[in-house]
């Protein structure tokens, strides 16, 4: 390796591993409040890693297909956001307001639309066991 392609290496190494700190001293630094909304959208961190990939117009590439015969629809965090405080952060279910999540009524894997009116906010535990029941 040429000696200028070695310094232009390190030097975007350094750029990465600074970049890496900076961002790992915003988490430090926000921790409660990236706690409280980790599970919003998918429950692992989506609804963050959504509106940072929205706010950096990139593409999410962490993204994994899934295995259904059907393809689940993205909500939208806007959308997301006018279900849970139309709900007032509340489950439907048992009324609880931790962990939640947007849930379909018809579930999408009947044909149900990713819709306002189809939406509700919803614990992942009475989501898990609700399934595509409906």
Same mark, same amino acid.
């Given at each position: 390796?040429?000696?200028?392609?070695?310094?232009?290496?390190?030097?975007?190494?350094?750029? *990465?591993?600074?970049?890496?700190?900076? @961002?790992?001293?915003?988490?430090?630094?926000?921790?409660? @409040?990236?706690?409280?909304?980790?599970?919003?959208?998918?429950?692992?961190?989506?609804?963050? @890693?959504?509106?940072?990939?929205?706010?950096?117009?990139?593409?999410?590439?962490?993204e994994k297909p899934? *295995?259904?015969?059907?393809?689940?629809?993205?909500?939208?965090?806007?959308?997301?956001?006018?279900?849970? *405080?139309?709900?007032?952060?509340? =489950?439907? #279910?048992?009324?609880?307001?931790?962990? @939640? =999540? =947007?849930?379909?009524?018809?579930?999408? #894997?009947?044909?149900?639309?990713?819709?306002?009116?189809?939406?509700?906010?919803?614990?992942?535990? =009475?989501? #898990?066991?609700?399934?595509?029941?409906?």
């Open positions: 390796m040429s000696w200028d392609r070695q310094l232009d290496l390190e030097a975007a190494i350094k750029k *990465e591993r600074d970049a890496v700190n900076a @961002l790992k001293a915003f988490a430090d630094s926000h921790r409660q @409040l990236i706690g409280a909304i980790w599970h919003w959208g998918d429950g692992d961190g989506g609804g963050i @890693l959504e509106i940072i990939a929205r706010e950096l117009g990139i593409q999410r590439s962490w899934r *295995e259904t015969g059907y393809k689940k629809a993205k909500i939208d965090a806007n959308l997301r956001r006018r279900v849970f *405080e139309r709900d007032a952060y509340r =489950c439907k #279910s048992c009324g609880g307001y931790e962990d @939640l =999540c =947007c849930d379909h009524i018809v579930p999408e #894997s009947k044909g149900g639309p990713t819709t306002f009116e189809n939406l509700q906010a919803m614990c992942r535990s =009475c989501n #898990s066991k609700k399934g595509a029941r409906g």
